[in-house]
């Protein structure tokens, strides 16, 4: 494993469908994976992000590599997120996830999930 080519450091992300103007609220899906995961310097995750208007047409899609030397699960579905929150429009929006931790790290507050010594705060 120590011979396996390192995670991407740089954002290579994927979007299917562009909303124009670049700001999305409404409902967004975010969900994230990992491929071998038994080793961990040869585990790749990766996250995609679906978002749809109150009607239920889509929005927005996009999906990618997870960047970083950090691979796992929690990463990538933190990852997803993080795309969600950042093209949220000003009136707000509601992320659905399938990930039990992120949810419990979410309701933890910021003392927990900004913590200077995760390796998951950012």
Not at 68 to 73: E, K, L, N, T, Y
Not at 83 to 111: E, M, N, Y
Request: proline residues 3%.
């Amino acid at each position: 494993t120590w011979g396996a080519q390192r995670p991407r450091s740089e954002d290579i992300v994927v979007w299917t469908l562009w909303l124009a103007g670049g700001l999305f609220g409404e409902i967004a899906l975010g969900d994230g994976s990992l491929y071998n995961g038994r080793a961990k310097r040869l585990a790749r995750g990766g996250s995609g992000l679906l978002v749809f208007d109150s009607e239920g047409r889509r929005q927005a899609a996009l999906h990618g590599p997870l960047p970083g030397f950090r691979q796992d699960i929690l990463m990538a579905e933190l990852y997803a997120c993080w795309w969600c929150l950042r093209h949220i429009g000003s009136q707000g929006g509601h992320f659905d996830t399938d990930s039990q931790s992120l949810i419990k790290v979410w309701h933890s507050g910021p003392a927990r999930s900004c913590d200077a010594f995760s390796a998951y705060s950012g």
